[in-house]
T-cell receptor, first 118, second 111 residues
Framework: GAVVSQHPSWVICKSGTSVKIECRSL??????MFWYRQFPKQSLMLMAT?????????EQGVEKDKFLINHASLTLSTLTVTSAHPEDSSFYIC??????????????FGPGTRLTVL | DQQVKQNSPSLSVQEGRISILNCDYT??????FLWYKKYPAEGPTFLIS?????DKNEDGRFTVFLNKSAKHLSLHIVPSQPGDSAVYFC??????????FGSGTKLNVKP
């Protein structure tokens, strides 16, 4: 149980276009979803936290108008990278938590999405 | 500024021997620590955790040690197996339940 999927697993796009990444909890209801970004050989950096039905909370330095997050249902959150530029190329990974699993170790990660902006 | 650091990007160990992965942190307010294991093309999966009120937690072949005075934790795997080959991330949690991750250590267990 507690499986989180991401789609697509990798995407290549042209500079200036927008890219949407989906994060789904397959067998549980995710009250909270997190979006992380990882540059090569660096740590996972939290970008934003989203709770179902409310606006996402962005970390300092993350542009909310560039990285649009929607958590419309208890099983789906989307991250849209708007007007993507080459510096947005990175590995984006989501995770999900549920009220049914309140412990701090109960955060389940998706497999990640590799974004390359040409 | 990274608050959680894994200074060894890679580690190679012979099968059957002990693997020791290290992690250092700077924020004394972290109250929970976790280790995650990640295979290629998969998301990190939870391995073992420790509360700041403890200094050791053991689960089968995996033991996590916490040295609060040194702000250091380590993961011991003994005996190491080829299937343990993966990237290991340590993470720390603050009192706002926010996670801070290290950059990972790639473990290679040679048969």
């Amino acid at each position: 149980g507690a499986v989180v999927s991401q789609h697509p697993s990798w995407v290549i796009c042209k500079s200036g276009t927008s890219v949407k990444i989906e994060c789904r909890s397959l067998d549980f209801q995710a009250t909270t979803m997190f979006w992380y970004r990882q540059f090569p050989k660096q740590s996972l950096m939290l970008m934003a936290t989203s709770n179902e039905g409310s606006k996402a909370t962005y970390e300092q330095g993350v542009e909310k108008d560039k990285f649009l997050i929607n958590h419309a249902s208890l099983t789906l959150s989307t991250l849209t990278v708007t007007s993507a530029h080459p510096e947005d190329s990175s590995f984006y990974i989501c995770s999900a938590r549920s009220l049914d699993f309140p412990g701090p170790n109960e955060q389940f990660f998706g497999p990640g999405t590799r974004l390359t902006v040409l | 500024d990274q608050q959680v650091k894994q200074n060894s990007p890679s580690l190679s160990v012979q099968e059957g021997r002990i693997s020791i992965l290290n992690c250092d942190y700077t924020n004394s307010m972290f109250d929970y620590f976790l280790w995650y294991k990640k295979y290629p093309a998969e998301g990190p999966t939870f391995l073992i955790s420790i509360s700041s009120i403890k200094d050791k937690n053991e689960d089968g072949r995996f033991t996590v040690f916490l040295n609060k005075s040194a702000k250091h934790l380590s993961l011991h795997i003994v005996p190491s197996q080829p299937g343990d080959s993966a990237v290991y991330f340590c993470a720390a949690v603050d009192n706002f339940n926010k996670f801070y991750f290290g950059s990972g250590t790639k473990l290679n267990v040679k048969p």
